[in-house]
T-cell receptor
Framework: AQSVAQPEDQVNVAEGNPLTVKCTYSVSGNPYLFWYVQYPNRGLQFLLKYITGDNLVKGSYGFEAEFNKSQTSFHLKKPSALVSDSALYFCAVRDRIQAGTALIFGKGTTLSVSS | DTGVSQDPRHKITKRGQNVTFRCDPISEHNRLYWYRQTLGQGPEFLTYFQNEAQLEKSRLLSDRFSAERPKGSFSTLEIQRTEQGDSAMYLC?????????????FGPGTRLTVL
């Protein structure tokens, strides 16, 4: 069965410092991996995805993520955090073999960036 | 591109009543998904349409839930005989064809409160 784990409920970081939000996954085949962000009273916004190719993926708002197949991880990173990055972040996975099927989401990690 | 829209944004109902939600996907997208999100959890898949065909349903979608996409454009999700456990945010997402179909675009959600 597919699953996603986000081991941290909350990550706290000071503005200007680097941030990492962790994600590990489990799928039967090769994965498609995604990060979404959710602001209060708004829908999920797509940040970035890994489909194939370069293990380092760059996305919106300066975020990037590194796919590590041996560790089955897809951690979200940003070199310098902004207060406006404070939000709820979700990692999601889809089994590449099953085209068109749903995303499996983690429970989410709340990122809090202090000024 | 006006994005995915959902109506209503909020719905309060009494236990036992029926409710219906509407989702309008991005116009050129042929795939449409419904998810449910409860407090402190990531979105959970309910059902998926490709054009007008409902191709997949989650075990979460009990007999009281029904979804339609009659002309392959907008979709409706109906919950009959609502229960307090149905209180959640109901999210709709859509995706396109080709490479872009991996990326799902989410609407703002309909927040259901069952009293």
């Amino acid at each position: 069965a597919q699953s996603v784990a986000q081991p941290e409920d909350q990550v706290n970081v000071a503005e200007g410092n680097p941030l990492t939000v962790k994600c590990t996954y489990s799928v039967s085949g090769n994965p498609y991996l995604f990060w979404y962000v959710q602001y209060p009273n708004r829908g999920l916004q797509f940040l970035l995805k890994y489909i194939t190719g370069d293990n380092l993926v760059k996305g919106s708002y300066g975020f990037e993520a590194e796919f590590n197949k041996s560790q089955t991880s897809f951690h979200l990173k940003k070199p310098s955090a902004l207060v406006s990055d404070s939000a709820l972040y979700f990692c999601a996975v889809r089994d590449r073999i099953q085209a068109g099927t749903a995303l499996i989401f983690g429970k989410g990690t709340t990122l809090s960036v202090s000024s | 591109d006006t994005g995915v829209s959902q109506d209503p944004r909020h719905k309060i109902t009494k236990r036992g009543q029926n409710v219906t939600f509407r989702c309008d996907p991005i116009s050129e997208h042929n795939r449409l998904y419904w998810y449910r999100q409860t407090l402190g959890q990531g979105p959970e898949f309910l059902t998926y349409f490709q054009n007008e065909a409902q191709l997949e349903k989650s075990r979460l979608l009990s007999d009281r839930f029904s979804a339609e996409r009659p002309k392959g454009s907008f979709s409706t999700l109906e919950i009959q005989r609502t229960e307090q456990g149905d209180s959640a945010m109901y999210l709709c997402a859509s995706s396109g064809q080709g490479v872009s179909y991996n990326e799902q675009f989410f609407g703002p959600g309909t927040r259901l409160t069952v009293l």
